[in-house]
DNA sequence: CAGGGAGGTTAGCGGTCGTTAACCTGGAGG
DNA sequence: CCTCCAGGTTAACGACCGCTAACCTCCCTG
């Protein structure tokens, strides 16, 4: 998942950097300033790798939102065989590792959003959708019961509670990082198997 | 719940329209001339009534923690005889009335929290820290194998979970406010029972 | 009926922020 | 060795925003 060598581009830097900041201050509650002192060069620099502070944005949200669906299709399509029931575990596991691994990503999720330009904004709304859609058929798969609006908020809500991460003590001081993963994947199937019948 | 009569103070107006307004773009992204617009007076006219923007958002992060901390603790001393299984029912009716009458304010409350004074801040942290230990306490009389720190994060977890009502559909689309109540409650209690050995 | 405060108004100041302009510099390539 | 460009720098502009100042106008009260 790295670039080519373990260094990270300047530009990549920016963007770890930028997205950490986002998360921390809100879009609005960082400067450019800020974001270039973060890598070590100041304001205005920013202009040779970037064409605005938006710009930045934008593509974080669009790498955010691509790199969950295009890991959800990946699981699906190596998944033959073991059935819905071991694909919904895999989907759950997939974003269980996306959230606690970059929490400042997940934060910027659903949170900045509205501050894309249009077509970025329609971009990002679009994969979420195709990405809620694909879980929704498998959790109908595994749940036949639900409906399909059912299953949506279903879905939903499960993704609120897997993308709680960031309010899970500040530093991981609770349980370890794979007793968290467990936790929230016990809790993420008893939630749908509430959510259902069951 | 109201004030007095039905008609809101121009007070209340201007809360629940900053609400609203910081909850769509953002605290730095709304201006004071906004806020004023929404209720019909311009600008600077907000002064004579808060000292400024930030005492705005003060005040409704206030606000809104201790509205829930002291639901919370009504509820708890009116369940004399109901036994834990009825009160942690009556905690999370509560909480699901709150997500989904106040949606702006469930979501400004746990993404603008940064942008308050020290003092404030730190007042809105202990309000919070109080409303989750009584949900742990409670939580740990229904499921006593579950360890405190793991009652933590699962409480944390159904938190994220009963507030991602602001995603399910912009308007209420899908089920009516009934059904999706009790959707919510129904994957609560299993994500809870399945945080447990259940 | 005088007067005074509550609750508005508009003009404008001061600071911040995103962005551009103009300039500099080290190192790779012919 | 000259050139040139990638990737910096600082200065500065223009817009915006929070807030204050100064002023106005009802309406309530003694």
Request: without cysteine; hydrophobic residues 40%; charged residues 25%.
């Amino acid at each position: 998942m790295a670039t080519r060598t373990d260094a990270l581009t300047r530009r990549e830097q920016i963007l770890k950097e930028a997205a950490r900041l986002f998360a921390e201050r809100g879009f609005h509650g960082v400067g450019v300033d800020e974001i270039g002192a973060a890598v070590g060069i100041s304001g205005p620099g920013l202009y040779r790798h970037f064409p605005g502070k938006d710009a930045m944005l934008a593509e974080l949200l669009v790498g955010i939102s691509g790199q969950l669906l295009n890991g959800a299709r990946r699981r699906v399509q190596e998944s033959d065989g073991g059935g819905p029931e071991a694909l919904l575990d895999s989907l759950i596991e997939g974003h269980i590792d996306f959230a606690l691994d970059d929490r400042p990503l997940i934060t910027l999720h659903d949170r900045e959003l509205d501050r894309l330009r249009d077509s970025d904004r329609k971009l990002v709304r679009q994969l979420q959708r195709q990405y809620v859609e694909l879980w929704v058929e498998v959790v109908r798969e595994v749940y036949p019961d639900l409906t399909e609006p059912t299953a949506r908020s279903a879905v939903h809500s499960v993704f609120g509670l897997l993308n709680s991460t960031p309010h899970l003590g500040r530093a991981g001081v609770l349980p370890g990082r794979g007793a968290t993963a467990e936790l929230l994947h016990r809790m993420a199937r008893g939630a749908f198997g509430s959510a259902a019948g069951v």
